[in-house]
């Protein structure tokens, strides 16, 4: 999928666009979910100084311009590397459909988030389920606590901070990994396959918090945790039941809006869908290291209480429903386009 070369022109992009209005028809019917509960809720759909959608669409285009700069100087070589050269194998390669498609994509794309965000947010009016979920992960480790297990092994000291850095390396890697993937695509149609499944991650992840609403073992076991060393992970699970209580209370108020949601973890899912692109494009070597990163993911949302067990098995089995979902989306039930 991202061998070296000029192909900026694919068959596919020139003869239909099917799997583009299938993308589309997707944001739309989310939209649509989005809108009626914002009826049921009586609130508008919110973007909280710019950190839901503005921002983020913003930081997704800054990201594509310079992927795809680095990407026309590392195709036109080393020997003979001229400005020209670079700007002519750009313009051979990002057409104006591609360039379009790019650009709607990455839309698509947030307009996507920002609806899940949002009835995420939402989910703060339902009762929450965490004595369930903290139940069976009793019963799954008989009688014990699988966070209270890993502080013990790991220690309480260094260890949060270690996987403090592994849980927040998140957020660098989401709007890399969807980005790159359209960018370096040679056949974009195939850069649509990750980028569909991402959006099926959110979908499916807003549909897990409504399934079973949970806020996490920080708060519902909180003496638990109540030993770790303090990080930016224990200043950001304050922040973000202040936040929650706040919608609780004013709902009206513009900048009301809540960010927890246990069931099922979607660092997890991402993680996932990620490691499954990755063998679905061929990348091997990579797959490995991604599943070490994965199972590091994991380790971290029990240790610092964001999730249950139960949380980042869901979170996989998601991923793995995305990724055909995503897959269904763009090619349908044909295969694989060579």
């Known amino acids: 999928m991202f061998e070296r070369g000029h192909e900026g022109r694919e068959a596919d992009t020139r003869t239909t666009y099917g799997?583009?209005?299938?993308?589309?028809?997707?944001?739309?019917?989310?939209?649509?979910?989005?809108?009626?509960?914002?009826?049921?809720?009586?609130?508008?759909?919110?973007?909280?100084?710019?950190?839901i959608f503005s921002g983020r669409i913003?930081?997704?285009?800054?990201?594509?311009?310079?992927?795809?700069?680095?990407?026309?100087?590392?195709?036109?070589?080393?020997?003979?590397?001229?400005?020209r050269k670079a700007f002519g194998v750009m313009r051979s390669r990002?057409?104006?459909?591609?360039?379009?498609?790019?650009?709607?994509?990455?839309l698509a794309y947030h307009v996507v988030y920002s609806c899940y965000r949002n009835l995420k947010s939402w989910n703060a009016f339902r009762d929450q389920h965490d004595a369930g979920l903290e139940r069976v992960d009793t019963w799954l480790f008989f009688g014990n606590s699988p966070?209270?297990?890993?502080?013990?092994?790991?220690?309480?000291?260094?260890?949060?901070?270690?996987?403090?850095?592994?849980?927040?390396?998140?957020?660098?890697?989401?709007?890399?990994?969807?980005?790159?993937?359209?960018?370096l695509a040679t056949r974009i149609r195939e850069g649509y396959v990750f980028l569909t499944s991402a959006m099926w991650v959110w979908i499916l992840g807003v549909a897990s918090y409504y399934l079973i609403p949970a806020i996490g073992?920080?708060?519902?076991?909180?003496?638990?945790?109540?030993?770790l060393d303090p990080?930016?992970?224990?200043?950001?699970q304050a922040k973000y039941m202040a936040q929650r209580e706040q919608l609780l209370q004013h709902p009206a108020w513009g900048d009301s809006f809540a960010s927890i949601g246990a069931f099922a973890s979607l660092h997890t899912g991402f993680t996932c869908m990620i490691l499954?692109?990755?063998?679905?494009?061929?990348?091997?070597?990579?797959?490995?290291?991604?599943?070490?990163?994965?199972v590091a993911v994991m380790v971290s949302t029990i240790y610092l209480g964001w999730h249950f067990v139960l949380d980042d098995v869901a979170g996989i089995l998601l991923a793995v429903a995305a990724v055909q979902l995503g897959r269904l989306t763009v090619y349908g039930r044909s295969r694989r386009a060579p």
Not at 174 to 182: E, K, N, Y
Not at 217 to 227: K, Y
Request: proline share 4%.
């Open 94 to 106: 990002w057409p104006l459909d591609r360039l379009v498609l790019l650009v709607t994509g990455l």
């Open 147 to 183: 966070a209270v297990l890993l502080h013990d092994m790991f220690g309480q000291d260094i260890a949060p901070h270690v996987f403090r850095a592994i849980y927040e390396s998140f957020s660098i890697m989401v709007p890399i990994s969807f980005v790159a993937a359209l960018v």
């Open 231 to 236: 990080t930016s992970v224990t200043a950001t």
């Open 58 to 83: 913003a930081l997704s285009y800054g990201i594509a311009a310079a992927l795809i700069l680095l990407d026309a100087a590392i195709r036109t070589g080393r020997r003979g590397w001229t400005v």
């Open 276 to 294: 499954l692109m990755l063998h679905y494009y061929g990348f091997t070597r990579w797959v490995r290291v991604m599943t070490v990163y994965l």
């Open 217 to 227: 073992p920080f708060h519902s076991a909180a003496s638990d945790f109540a030993g």
């Open 19 to 51: 799997w583009v209005t299938a993308t589309w028809v997707l944001v739309g019917a989310f939209g649509v979910v989005t809108a009626l509960r914002a009826a049921q809720v009586d609130l508008p759909l919110r973007d909280p100084k710019g950190s």
